[in-house]
């Protein structure tokens, strides 16, 4: 079964950790300096924010599989939508491994579509660097298309 994802990037990591977590009623599944991810059941979602990125705000969608056929299944439908997937294949990223690739809608919203195949120390990995500091890109995400542009601003009312 396929789990939804969102990706956000906030200012302050704490505060956002501790609104979702009372907002979620649970705490994250992985917590780093820069990093936290819920992995929720109900609803199914990979809700993941960093501070990485340009401004607060949703960057980007997707679907994570739970597997290499539900990957393949996603991307068959992905290339019938006739825009240009980026296949990435095996990568690292957000502190796991992973085969992913990524579709751009018509108003330019990244989905990205994933595997995880395991956990990792770092935030990503280049190929054949030992993981440090200066190996990790600087975001995982980086221009595939536009972020979703919903605007973070607290107090705001709405509806």
């Known amino acids: 079964m396929k789990r939804f994802h969102v990706h956000a990037h906030v200012q302050d990591l704490q505060a ?3 609104f979702y977590s009372r907002l ?3 705490e994250p599944a992985r917590t780093e300096a820069d990093y936290a991810k819920w992995m929720l059941e109900d609803p199914r979602i ?3 924010i960093s501070t990485r990125g340009s401004k607060p705000g949703i960057d980007h969608l997707g679907f994570q599989a739970d597997t290499g056929e539900e990957l ?3 991307k068959a439908r992905a290339e019938a939508a006739e825009f240009t997937l980026q296949d990435v294949g095996a990568t690292t990223c957000c502190y796991a491994r992973s ?3 990524w579709i751009v809608d018509p108003q330019g919203i990244a989905w990205e579509h994933f ?3 395991g956990n990792i120390p770092v935030f990503s990995e280049k190929e054949g660097a030992a993981p440090s500091p200066e190996a990790q890109a600087p975001a995982c995400c980086a221009p595939r ?3 979703v542009g919903i605007p973070v601003k607290s107090g705001s ?3």
Do not use: Q, V
Request: proline share 4%.
């Open 16 to 18: 956002s950790i501790a």
């Open 24 to 26: 979620f009623g649970a």
């Open 46 to 48: 990979n809700f993941a």
């Open 72 to 74: 393949a299944e996603m």
């Open 99 to 101: 085969d992913k690739h």
């Open 115 to 117: 595997h995880t195949l």
């Open 145 to 147: 298309g536009k972020p």
């Open 157 to 159: 009312s709405c509806c």
